[in-house]
């Protein structure tokens, strides 16, 4: 019989600006500080919508919710996020499990971690979420603090519908 577990990834970088509020997986990390974004540039929920659409094998996040659409300008990415469950639900299927790395210089984010797996948690309606933040060590953009990266790996299951 088919499996009808599929994984999903997805990953994300934006520049980072002075000023305005640095949105990670729905929560404010920085008020001193922004993604130069259309939306408001939280890596972390565009990695994940990507993961998912990616495990159901419906693209990409610019495909469905593209950077020239005035709808989505400022728009909490959230948003995009329960689009996506929806298309999931639909199918029958439910997040397993969700493995989410930030990369970042700037802010520090040992403290925020809890509070953006649990964001995570409620968008998907998993309880099996974790969030891991590191740096790049110096190098790169993200090294100098001029970018923020995300990563996220799902694994959904896809109820009936496959
Ligand atoms: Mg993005």
Do not use: Y
Request: net charge negative; with cysteine.
């Amino acid at each position: 019989m088919e499996s009808r577990l599929r994984i999903g990834i997805g990953q994300d970088l934006h520049r980072l600006q002075p000023g305005g509020k640095l949105v990670l997986a729905g929560v404010v990390v920085s008020d001193a500080m922004s993604a130069v974004a259309h939306s408001d540039g939280d890596v972390v929920l565009h990695a994940l919508v990507d993961a998912i659409l990616g495990g159901l094998g419906l693209g990409d996040i610019g495909e469905h919710f593209r950077n020239d659409d005035p709808r989505w300008r400022g728009a909490e990415s959230r948003v995009f996020v329960e689009q996506a469950m929806r298309w999931l639900r639909e199918r029958g299927g439910h997040v397993v499990n969700v493995d989410v790395t930030v990369l970042a210089e700037r802010p520090k984010l040992s403290s925020k971690k809890q509070a953006m797996a649990e964001c995570v948690r409620e968008l998907t309606g998993c309880p099996n979420v974790n969030v891991k933040a590191g740096t790049n060590e110096g190098c790169d953009a993200v090294g100098r603090g001029e970018a923020i990266a995300a990563t996220v790996a799902v694994l959904l299951d896809c109820g009936g519908s496959l």
